[in-house]
């Protein structure tokens, strides 16, 4: 089936566009027809990344709107969506992506499923108890056929265990409403360096015998991919690694 995968959390610095990263790998990998699209048309980090990569199509819809510009901006995003021949579509929220995500729920999910792509939303976790509320009160959340909430343990180092996530309250709240847990595990922050100078190449690439890396980074890289898709990725769009 074809996936629409929404990489959200509302917050800036969440890691949302990390999982953009990570799934749009784990598409190109599966050997799907890939498409970002960049929420936030001024930071883009995830287009850069794979702008010009075989496989992946790339655009930008500015989604840091409300109201009708919202709903302007969600309409031009889905007649490309039908236009193109993606069958796996990653989306990187802008923060504050309530505002046209929530507003135009009810647009986004009936026509993209009405083309045929399964609904997934990435809610990434953010260190303050208020992403627990946003999460649960998230229409785009409550709509999707499927979600996960994602803590990413690079910016975990102020609270180790997530307060809201390990708050018997709120999780069960997210549980029982069907959202499913995940996680991507710390990256040594030299290897997240390097990343970051390597750009214009997909991450998997990074860790492959045609990597400029040394070999023990390509290493470190890969171990991290596998226990991130495993962790985070899989359990919300499906497959094997």
Same mark, same amino acid.
């Given at each position: 089936?074809?996936?629409?995968?929404?990489?959200?959390?509302?917050? %800036?610095?969440?890691? *949302?566009? +990390?999982? /953009?990263?990570?799934?749009?790998?784990? %598409?190109? $990998?599966?050997?799907?027809?890939?498409?970002?699209?960049?929420?936030?048309? *001024?930071?883009?980090?995830?287009? !850069? !990344?794979? @702008?010009?990569?075989?496989?992946?199509?790339? &655009? %930008?819809?500015?989604?840091?709107?409300?109201?009708?510009?919202?709903? #302007?901006?969600?309409? /031009?995003?889905?007649?490309?969506?039908?236009?193109?021949?993606?069958?796996? =579509?990653?989306?990187?929220?802008?923060?504050?992506?309530?505002?046209?995500?929530?507003?135009?729920?009810?647009?986004? =999910?009936?026509?993209? $499923?009405?083309?045929?792509?399964?609904?997934?939303?990435?809610?990434?976790? %953010?260190?303050?108890? @208020?992403? /627990?509320?946003?999460? #649960?009160?998230?229409?785009?959340?409550?709509?999707?056929?499927? !979600?996960?909430?994602?803590? #990413?343990?690079?910016?975990?180092?102020?609270?180790?265990? &997530?307060?809201?996530?390990?708050?018997?309250?709120? !999780?069960? +709240?997210?549980?029982?409403?069907?959202?499913?847990?995940?996680?991507?595990?710390?990256?040594?922050?030299?290897?997240?360096?390097?990343?970051?100078? #390597? $750009?214009?190449?997909?991450?998997?690439?990074? @860790?492959?015998?045609?990597?400029?890396?040394?070999?023990?980074?390509? $290493? =470190?890289?890969?171990?991290?991919?596998? *226990? @991130?898709?495993?962790?985070?990725?899989?359990?919300? =769009?499906?497959?094997?690694?």
């Amino acid at each position: 089936m074809k996936k629409l995968i929404i990489c959200h959390g509302d917050k %800036g610095g969440v890691g *949302k566009s +990390i999982f /953009a990263m990570l799934a749009t790998d784990w %598409g190109l $990998q599966a050997g799907r027809r890939v498409a970002v699209i960049e929420g936030d048309v *001024k930071i883009g980090d995830v287009g !850069r !990344r794979y @702008s010009g990569v075989d496989g992946v199509h790339g &655009f %930008g819809v500015d989604l840091d709107k409300s109201g009708r510009d919202a709903e #302007n901006a969600v309409t /031009a995003l889905f007649r490309q969506l039908e236009d193109s021949e993606a069958d796996f =579509v990653v989306l990187n929220a802008p923060a504050n992506g309530h505002k046209a995500l929530d507003s135009q729920a009810e647009i986004i =999910v009936p026509v993209a $499923q009405d083309l045929g792509f399964e609904v997934c939303v990435a809610w990434m976790v %953010g260190l303050e108890e @208020s992403c /627990a509320r946003l999460a #649960n009160i998230s229409i785009i959340c409550e709509m999707a056929d499927r !979600r996960i909430a994602v803590v #990413n343990r690079h910016e975990s180092q102020y609270d180790a265990d &997530f307060f809201w996530l390990t708050d018997k309250t709120d !999780r069960d +709240i997210w549980v029982k409403s069907g959202g499913m847990l995940g996680e991507i595990p710390d990256l040594a922050s030299r290897v997240a360096a390097k990343i970051k100078e #390597n $750009q214009g190449v997909p991450l998997a690439f990074l @860790s492959s015998k045609d990597s400029p890396l040394h070999l023990v980074d390509r $290493q =470190v890289i890969k171990n991290w991919l596998k *226990k @991130s898709w495993e962790g985070a990725v899989i359990p919300l =769009v499906g497959g094997a690694v």
